[in-house]
């Protein structure tokens, strides 16, 4: 697949290795908006994107958090994000991160409740991956708002 690349260098991705593949897949679809866009699985490996569907009302640029199962014969895989290091995603409003919060606690996986730590940081919780990734939920915290602007969005 040859496409033209971006106009200026843009940041694209962050990859994070996985002990199956699948299970994150079936995870992230569970807890997360991201969506498979794209899956690779053959004798070399296996490697899958996740990024946002696509949203008229929503223009981002390009971003997907790859995923790689690590090789069978890989002594382990170590947890990447954690303790406090995370991948995050901001929420419309602080019910959604309740809501969050009240599935993973239920489940087993919540990291850190939901609370409210005030400017910057805003209402977060977090619950961690099948790999033990952190992975925060917040309201509030100006993150989405910053990007636009930068961006020169409305």
């Known amino acids: 697949m040859t496409s033209a690349g971006p106009g200026s260098t843009r940041w694209t991705h962050v990859a994070l290795p996985t002990r ?11 807890w997360t908006p991201l969506v498979c866009v794209h899956d690779r699985r053959d004798e070399d490996g296996s ?10 009302d929503a223009p981002s640029h390009p ?11 890989y002594d382990e895989v170590r947890t990447v994000l954690s303790p406090l290091a ?5 929420m419309p409003t602080r019910e959604a991160v309740d809501e969050i919060a009240a599935r993973a606690r239920a489940e087993g996986v919540l990291h850190w ?17 099948p790999d033990g990734n952190v ?9 989405y708002a910053a990007a636009q602007q930068a961006d020169g969005l409305p």
């Not at 490697?47 to 008229?56: C, E, F, I, S, Y």
């Not at 971003?63 to 014969?73: P, R, S, T, W």
């Not at 992975?135 to 993150?143: C, K, Y």
């Open 47 to 56: 490697t899958a994107w996740l990024g946002h569907p696509v949203d008229p």
């Open 86 to 90: 995370h991948l995050g995603f901001e």
């Open 113 to 129: 409740d939901a609370v409210d730590l005030g400017p910057p940081v805003g209402y977060i919780c977090a619950i961690v991956d």
């Open 135 to 143: 992975v925060e939920f917040s309201h509030d915290q100006g993150v």
């Open 20 to 30: 199956n593949l699948q299970a994150s897949l079936d995870w992230y679809a569970r």
């Open 63 to 73: 971003f997907v958090l790859v995923l790689i199962e690590q090789a069978d014969d």
